[in-house]
């Protein structure tokens, strides 16, 4: 038996905005889809295409939508459109902190 038996591996992921490391699942994961279209991945984190992942400070996804680092970290440009949706998002679902 292995010294490291029986602990779960947990995945670190960044947050685009402030570079702080999480656990996956205290992060949001956000996705650029096959047609371009961007949106929030809520389920099970399993939509396919490019992803990229933001605390759940109001402050980080304020920092990521008017800098474009989530618009780098998807490779793509963000329609209006999905950038409003992704406001909405995080006026309704995220903290202030």
Same mark, same amino acid.
């Given at each position: ?6 602990? =779960?591996?947990? +995945?670190? @992921?960044?947050? #685009?905005?402030?570079? %702080?490391?999480?656990? %996956? /699942? !205290?992060?949001?994961?956000?996705? &650029?889809? +096959?047609?371009? *279209?961007?949106? #929030? !991945?809520?389920? =099970? /984190? ?9 605390? /759940? *400070? @109001? ?6 939508? $008017? $800098?474009? /680092?989530?618009?780098?970290?998807? @490779?793509? !440009?963000?329609?209006?459109? !999905? $950038?409003? &949706?992704? %406001?909405?998002?995080?006026? *309704?679902?995220? *903290?202030?902190?």
């Amino acid at each position: 038996m292995s010294a490291g038996a029986g602990v =779960r591996h947990i +995945p670190l @992921r960044r947050c #685009v905005a402030c570079g %702080q490391q999480y656990p %996956q /699942r !205290d992060l949001v994961r956000i996705v &650029r889809g +096959p047609d371009g *279209s961007v949106l #929030v !991945d809520q389920g =099970r /984190r399993k939509l396919p295409g490019r992803g990229a992942y933001l605390c /759940r *400070s @109001r402050e980080c996804w304020n920092q990521a939508l $008017k $800098k474009s /680092r989530l618009s780098y970290a998807l @490779r793509g !440009d963000i329609s209006p459109n !999905d $950038k409003g &949706r992704l %406001q909405e998002f995080a006026e *309704s679902q995220l *903290s202030g902190v």
